[in-house]
């Protein structure tokens, strides 16, 4: 029943305040406000509603609608204490008086109301202050259920428990309810007397009821209160403290372990055939839900136990085995961790490292392309990082799916497999690497070097070799870079062949002065002659010209073999008249020094 | 179903004869009622002197002699949504319902609480009082008046002397009050059977199950706890032995959420205790139903099929059709109800695990409502007292002691259902604990037999047992607790 309040001047507000007195109810007497009132904060939060619907609720449209419904109760509740709307199908009416009104039921607060069975709705002052938020995000959540959907407005709403707000509805979910009943018997038969004879039956039932008193207070058997153990009537403290410690156990429980747990305990328990076929597919049914809900733990776990339940359940049939083999063998496949990875890469929130880490110790070796194929695309670094550490583990685990990777040409996984090789300087993956090293990609046939170099090993600079005379510049500087760091002796032949080589002076000149230093590095005392007589190889009758760039290789080269030999032959062109020659002369001095 | 007598009205006794002819007046008041209807109808349609008016305000008044007649007396009474002819109510059926409703409404709206016909009756009276009711149906008397005061002064004013009407009384609007309780807390236990007997059969039958209605029928559950606890509990003692799997499994869901709401948990937190109760013994739906419904024992290999339940149950929910997430809470709550605190029980168990708190308040439930209840392979219930004892006192029922304890707590000394006998001679059922909890042996009862032997019929007289009489001795006490069976009373029928 709507309270009415004492008249006064209507104060501030956004909202157009209604002129002249509220007209009469359907008893004759005024209404308590003007039912405008209510139709002006109905017509509110239907914006507020779309509101919600369209924008975030840190979007200042919707803000503002929030504000404004905030403010159009504020001249209702100046008026009267609470409303009671009652629900048609298409009307909202107070007081007998149509307050809101829409034929159609699309966008129809009524019809919203109306079909989850509300019929009655009470708004109480204050609703506007704490619960119109909640309201709006529980009316907007009804609206996009669909028709099969666990709730509805009236399932919603009982779960936020409003106190501003109350409703009243019919059950329109009861098709098929009986309503309980009486048994139908008749009462009162008692089986010592005539069933037909009614005064029979009253005197029987009259004699057992005094035989059965005169019992009890003869043999001291009436009830007294302090027969009773009265301690078991109340909880003490401890009994509460316990309650209290137990019920907070069951909502940290982690539920969908200890379920899963149980199927678990069935499969070893229950050898029936039909009922570990249940099991089985409920298992295999789980990894998706359990991903999209982010439990990667609970999806390790899932596979860990299927290992347990290999070597612990009896009598266990071959292609149930199979089938528990294949949960990893499945969730490592490419389609299905790249899904996963766009789930991690899409979260708000990635996973908790460790988890991530726990599941992926599970899967096979088939995981590590997918994953090496999205690194470069991860836009997030904390996930990319966590991702890095994650195939190094696969990795390490699965040399063979590395190998694979680096004898597939046109996996989009090769240049991450190549690196990772190289970073984990894995000597069984030179041979894969040999190949990679003749890849199409320039870009490929660098990381390959890069990687090759990286492990360092005989067999890997021998494969580098090939590098040396590599189409692109940058694999060829990079390959005769290592090789000089590493001394290599297998390259001197290639090495030797380009500097002593005629045309030698038609690459550019750091590349030239790699190979010129990597021929002194590998050489050392053996190319002492050959870098002196292009040192000082400044032209003569019949004498080989070099250019002053290439003798100043020489010069630097020369260097590099740190003898003493090799200082006197650099202070033999100290003199020289090119300046690019004396320059690097000044260099070499100072180096072979150091 | 038969009518029932209510107690009479105006606080008069009980009857205490079986031999009263309930067919005959049951019957004939329907017919009146129907009459009655039928007499509105035509003149809201007809002129009053048009010949369908005539033959329906006839047949209204040949109607009302007739029970008059055989009954020495008249009285149509509303009380809450029912309507009772001399004191007997009359059943709602398809083929009544839009008279009996047109009827309610009508003396609803003129605030009518009886309406009794005298010796000498006339059929004009019937005209005018139907004239007058079809006329001011829909407006505001002037001057203030209440539309009863109006309606009767009109009546006077039309020499009406033969038809008397009774204001609805405030008394009248607290019985409303107690009936519309106790019949929400119907509709409610008979929405959570029916939605249990639904998710059951779906299971059986590989159905989809509405969880909507699931979530209703528990919603609907706690909100009677919270809000009507006795009514809800007092229709825990149906036991329906035909639907025994079903209203267990409402039982037990009630009796859950009571302890919980005894425990002080949150509406939420009972939502779920109060769904994995409903849930818990899923896997029945999986157990054949010749041994489900066996009666007598069952052997062994048959107690080897029923110990599965709770696995199966584990299965069912797991595969539910219908559920978006798998209710795990329920799952557990179906695995573990037999399993006992120490994990004796069945299923067995492999993995470390405890029993979960609301498995184990379940258990409590589940095993009180079994052993109180009559059922297939337990012929003879087991009083209340002993089950309550035999779960406190034997450690090798594996309940946890603190939960028995709670439900103990909730349904006192005299659980709700209890059968007594009184120091008057009296038999009386337990409705529910005494609001004052110092009269913790002193709970509200419904007498079932007088102190003569006699009947009273269901729903009973309500009285407190800490009643006292002028001298400020207690009316009536407990002497002893008594099994219904021996005086052919079904406790269930005090509660509906």
């Known amino acids: ?594 | 179903m038969s009518d029932e007598r209510r107690p009479a009205p105006r606080g008069s006794v009980a009857i205490t004869s079986a031999d009263t002819n309930e067919s005959v007046l049951r019957a004939s008041g329907r017919a009146l009622l129907i009459h009655f209807h039928g007499a509105q109808r035509a003149l809201k349609l007809y002129p009053v002197e048009n010949a369908t008016t005539q033959r329906a305000l006839d047949d209204l008044h040949r109607g009302a002699l007739q029970v008059l007649a055989a009954e020495q007396e008249l009285e149509v009474r509303v009380m809450g949504e029912f309507l009772f002819v001399n004191s007997l109510r009359l059943r709602l059926e398809l083929d009544n319902y839009a008279a009996f409703s047109s009827v309610l409404g009508m003396f609803r709206e003129f605030g009518i609480g009886a309406l009794r016909m005298d010796e000498g009756a006339e059929r004009r009276e019937w005209q005018v009082l139907l004239s007058l009711m079809a006329g001011q149906a829909g407006k505001t008397p002037a001057g203030g008046q209440s539309k009863f005061d109006d309606l009767r002064a009109r009546l006077e004013a039309g020499g009406v002397t033969h038809l008397v009407l009774e204001p609805e009384s405030e008394g009248q609007e607290f019985a409303d009050d107690a009936q519309a309780a106790k019949q929400a807390a119907k509709r409610c236990y008979s929405q959570g059977v029916a939605v249990t007997k639904e998710v059951m059969t779906g299971a059986r039958m590989g159905r989809a199950v509405s969880v909507k209605k699931m979530k209703r029928a528990v919603q609907s559950i706690v909100d009677q706890v919270l809000s009507n606890e006795t009514s809800v509990m007092g229709l825990t003692t149906i036991r329906d032995y035909d639907e025994y799997t079903f209203t267990h499994s409402v039982n037990v869901c009630i009796f859950s959420v009571a302890i919980g709401k005894k425990l002080g948990l949150e509406k939420k937190q009972l939502y779920d205790l109060g769904l994995a109760a409903l849930l818990h013994d899923i896997g029945k739906a999986r157990v054949p139903l010749e041994i489900l419904n066996k009666k007598g024992g069952l052997d062994e290999e048959e107690w080897k099929v029923m110990q599965a339940h709770p696995w199966l149950g584990v299965l069912t929910l797991f595969g539910l059709k219908g559920y978006g997430e798998v209710p795990y809470r329920s799952v557990l709550v179906a695995a573990e109800h037999h399993m006992k605190i120490d994990l004796t029980g069945y299923p067995r168990v492999i993995r470390p695990r405890e029993q979960g708190t609301y498995s184990r308040l379940v258990a409590v439930a589940d095993g009180y409502d079994a052993a109180t209840t009559r059922r297939s392979y337990q012929t003879v219930p087991i009083p209340s007292d002993k089950v309550l004892k035999e779960m406190w006192e034997n450690p090798r029922r594996g309940y946890d002691r603190v939960m028995v304890k709670a439900l103990i707590n909730l349904l006192g000394i005299y659980p709700v259902g209890t059968c007594v006998v009184l120091d008057t001679f009296e038999v009386a059922i337990v409705a529910g604990a005494n609001p004052d909890p110092t009269f913790l042996n002193r709970p509200l009862v419904r007498l079932a037999l007088d102190g003569q032997g006699g009947i009273v019929l269901p729903p009973g007289t309500l009285v407190d047992l800490a009643e006292r009489d002028a001298a400020g001795q207690f009316t009536r006490t407990i002497v002893k607790v008594t099994t219904p069976d021996r005086y052919g009373l079904t406790v269930g029928d005090y509660f509906v």
């Not at chain 1, 989850?116 to 009316?139: H, N, Q």
């Not at chain 1, 392309?369 to 195939?391: C, H, I, T, Y």
């Not at chain 1, 070099?546 to 290789?553: I, K, Q």
Request: aromatic fraction near 6%; hydrophobic fraction near 45%; glycine fraction near 6%.
């Open chain 1, 1 to 594: 029943m709507t309270e009415p309040r004492e008249s006064g001047p209507r104060t501030t507000s956004a909202v157009q305040i209604p002129v002249g007195p509220p007209p009469d109810g359907p008893d004759g007497n005024p209404l308590p406000m003007h039912p405008q009132l209510l139709e002006e904060v109905l017509r509110t939060l239907m914006k507020a509603m779309r509101a919600t619907q369209m924008y975030l609720p840190n979007n200042p449209v919707y803000q503002r609608a929030v504000d404004t419904l905030r403010a159009a109760f504020k001249p209702m509740w100046e008026e009267v204490d609470e409303v009671n709307l009652v629900i048609h199908e298409t009307e909202l009416v107070w007081e007998g008086q149509t307050v809101y009104a829409n034929p159609g039921k699309g966008d129809n607060i009524a019809w919203l109301f109306f079909k989850d069975g509300i019929r009655s709705l009470l708004l109480k002052s204050g609703v506007e202050a704490e619960e119109l938020v909640p309201l709006l995000e529980v009316i907007n959540k009804a609206r996009t259920l669909p028709t099969d959907a666990e709730d509805d407005l009236l399932t919603l709403l009982w779960e936020y428990d409003f106190q501003f707000l109350h409703y009243q509805f019919v059950e329109v979910l009861q098709e098929g309810v009986t309503q309980v009943t009486s048994s139908g018997g008749t009462p009162g038969l008692v089986s010592s007397a005539a069933p037909d004879d009614v005064v029979a039956q009253r005197d029987a039932r009259q004699q057992a009821v005094k035989e059965e008193a005169d019992e009890a207070v003869n043999k001291s058997q009436v009830v007294r209160l302090e027969d009773f153990d009265s301690t078991l009537y109340f909880l003490d403290e401890a009994e509460v403290a316990y309650l209290k410690e137990q019920i907070g156990r069951e909502y940290s429980q982690d539920l969908r372990a200890n379920a899963m747990g149980t199927l678990y305990d069935l499969f070893e328990t229950q050898t029936e055939h039909a009922v570990r076929e249940e099991i089985l597919t409920i298992l295999e049914s789980f990894p998706p839900y359990l991903m999209a809900a982010g439990d990667l733990r609970a999806v390790a776990e899932m596979l860990r136990e299927a290992k347990v339940l290999v070597l612990r359940a009896r009598h266990l049939e071959e292609p149930q085995r199979e089938r528990l083999d294949q949960f990893a063998a499945v969730l490592s496949e490419p389609a299905v961790v790249e899904e996963m990875l766009q789930a991690i890469e899409e979260a708000v929130q990635p996973p908790p490292e460790a988890d991530l880490a726990e599941l992926f110790r599970e899967l096979r070796g088939t995981a590590l392309e997918p994953v090496l194929a999205w690194l470069p695309k991860l836009s997030k670094e904390q996930v990319r990082q966590m991702l890095e550490r994650v195939v190094t583990r696969l990795a390490e685990s699965f040399p063979a799916d590395v190998h694979k990777i680096l004898g597939t040409p046109e996996s989009a996984a090769l240049p991450g497999a190549v690196a990772l090789a190289g970073r984990l300087k894995m000597q069984s993956a030179v041979v894969g690497l040999a190949l990679t090293l003749q890849h199409a990609d320039p870009g490929i046939r660098l990381a390959t070097a890069q990687g090759l170099g990286g492990i360092g090993s005989p067999g890997a600079l021998q494969a580098l070799e090939r590098g040396l005379s590599d189409p692109d510049r940058e694999v060829r500087l990079f390959a005769v870079r290592v090789m000089a760091e590493k001394g290599y002796k297998g390259a001197l032949k290639s090495v030797e062949a380009l500097v002593l080589g005629k045309n030698v002076e038609s690459i550019d000149l750091t590349e030239r002065q790699a190979f010129f230093e990597a021929y002194a590095r590998i050489a050392a005392a053996a190319a002492l002659a050959p870098l002196s007589e292009i040192a000082g190889a400044k032209g003569g009758l019949f004498k080989k010209t070099f250019a002053p760039e290439t003798r100043a290789c020489a010069v630097m080269a020369l260097a590099r073999i740190k003898s003493p030999e090799a200082r006197a032959a650099i202070e033999k062109v100290a003199q020289d008249k090119e300046v690019v020659v004396r320059n690097a002369v000044a260099r070499a001095l100072r180096e072979i020094v150091t």
